[in-house]
């Protein structure tokens, strides 16, 4: 008989959560314009809003966080940081940044033009934001397959090479500044790209001489699904998986808050001398001095030890198993889930769990509504309103997938705590032929509008 599996850790320290009543939670909710980001967390009994700088770090991240060296220029701490970035990553040039988007920020503003084009995989949200901020266009690439929510295929990240090649074909290479690989594509749903579409890709851009960025966030989850599902990798260890996968970029922005397990950082990592150089007068006017870059010199060193415990194969596969566990409890329920289970969160197909409500009426922060009124937890939308309106023409764009992703942080909850939330969403699902409306938007901001939009239940 096999033994069960249990987790590689044991808890040291443990923070008190409330447990909210319903009549709590329905007035709370109100007050918050039906937007789950306006609750206090207080108010929130799971707390699956995001995964992204809301896990639990090490000891030992602990106890390099005390040794952090919080010189202005210089600091070990940043030396420390610029080792883990080469020899896990393989770049001899870094800038490190607040977080992902701040990245984002300093990297594009060196690279990125009024009028440019920026094709990749379902470019995530601030991704998005920072290139029509400047006026440049994101060409979403994905192959279509990521776009039926009932398909088991391995590899629902990977860009369709020939739609890349079509906008390669397309647009005058000056007006290309980038392909941007996002691993794990988030928005698609937490799916993993494959190596062998980052060779491809690779070779591709090269033959129209456009540099590959990899947008980075879950490198690290994206590492363990090649180990998991792709042939030739079986054997690999993780650290060789993800040194083989950056052979095949440019230049990578990262979110440490996700796979480095810190809760806050970020970093750029760049082959050209020339781009570090450019970068770095952006990086010194917007997040700080190029040794800190928006980060103390504690947080850096827990980055760098977070870098590595995240590369290790027993890490990411407690991690994973318990996302896993989380969908296998909700399929036996028959919830509609997108197939195959993704790496950081489970992503409720909306549109199959509610398919009496118009796509008008924001079908998934319906659901998510719920989830919160019925049990406490709190999901997110990613739909309609992550979708937001089109630059030019100002109207909702309605994407071909509604989602309420309830993303698990790393090593924060226990499986009783999958168990509560399993629970609450069969209840929801068993009854969802009494829900007759959604909702309606009041109040919404001009650009990633999902953060502070203004609802209201339909009656
Ligand atoms: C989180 C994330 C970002 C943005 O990073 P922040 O640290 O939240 O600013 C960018 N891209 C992807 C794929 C992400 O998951």
């Not at 300093?106 to 440019?116: C, E, P, R, T, Y």
């Not at 309605?398 to 924060?412: C, G, M, Q, S």
Request: glycine letters at 6%; proline letters at 3%; charged letters at 30%.
């Amino acid at each position: 008989m096999s033994l069960p599996y249990a987790e590689p850790y044991k808890i040291k320290m443990v923070e008190q959560i409330y447990r909210s009543t319903q009549e709590e939670r329905e007035k709370w909710i109100k007050e918050a314009d039906y937007n789950l980001f306006n609750l206090k967390s207080e108010q929130v009994y799971i707390d699956l809003l995001t995964d992204s700088g809301t896990g639990s770090m090490s000891d030992k991240q602990w106890s390099a966080m005390m040794l952090g060296d919080e010189s202005y220029a210089g600091a070990s701490s940043y030396y420390k940081m610029k080792d883990a970035v080469k020899n896990i990553l393989g770049f001899d040039y870094f800038l490190p940044t607040h977080q992902g988007r701040a990245a984002e920020n300093v990297l594009f503003s060196a690279m990125i033009n009024k009028g440019d084009v920026v094709p990749g995989n379902s470019h995530f949200d601030t991704t998005k934001g920072h290139i029509e901020f400047r006026k440049a266009k994101a060409i979403d690439c994905t192959i279509d397959e990521a776009f039926d929510t009932t398909l088991n295929y391995p590899f629902k990240g990977n860009l369709d090479l020939d739609k890349l090649e079509a906008v390669l074909k397309k647009y005058p290479k000056e007006k290309i500044p980038m392909i941007i690989v996002t691993i794990t594509n988030n928005s698609s749903g937490g799916q993993p790209v494959s190596l062998q579409n980052m060779k491809d890709v690779k070779a591709l851009a090269d033959k129209y001489d456009i540099p590959v960025f990899y947008d980075s966030a879950r490198f690290a989850e994206n590492a363990y699904f090649i180990k998991i599902r792709e042939e030739a990798y079986k054997h690999k260890k993780i650290k060789e998986i993800v040194k083989e996968m950056y052979k095949y970029a440019d230049g990578m922005t990262m979110s440490s808050k996700k796979d480095a397990i810190v809760n806050m950082g970020g970093f750029i990592g760049m082959r050209s001398e020339e781009l570090f150089k450019k970068a770095s007068v952006y990086n010194i006017m917007f997040e700080g001095y190029i040794t800190y870059g928006g980060m103390s010199g504690r947080d850096m060193n827990a980055l760098a030890q977070g870098l590595d415990e995240g590369t290790e194969f027993e890490v990411l596969e407690a991690r994973i198993k318990q996302v896993e566990y989380l969908g296998n409890k909700l399929m036996e329920s028959g919830i509609p889930l997108q197939q195959p289970i993704g790496g950081h969160a489970v992503f409720v197909d909306a549109k199959r769990f509610l398919p009496q409500i118009k796509k008008e009426e924001y079908i998934a922060q319906t659901v998510a509504v719920e989830l919160y009124i019925v049990g406490g937890i709190r999901g997110v939308e990613i739909g309609t309103i992550l979708a937001d309106r089109d630059p030019e023409t100002r109207k909702n764009r309605y994407p071909e997938l509604e989602f309420v992703r309830l993303a698990i942080p790393r090593r924060t909850y226990t499986n009783s705590h999958m168990d509560y939330v399993a629970a609450v969403c069969k209840k929801i699902f068993d009854n969802r032929h009494e829900a007759k409306h959604g909702m309606r938007i009041l109040e919404e901001a001009p650009i990633m509008r999902h953060f502070t939009v203004k609802l209201e239940k339909i009656k």
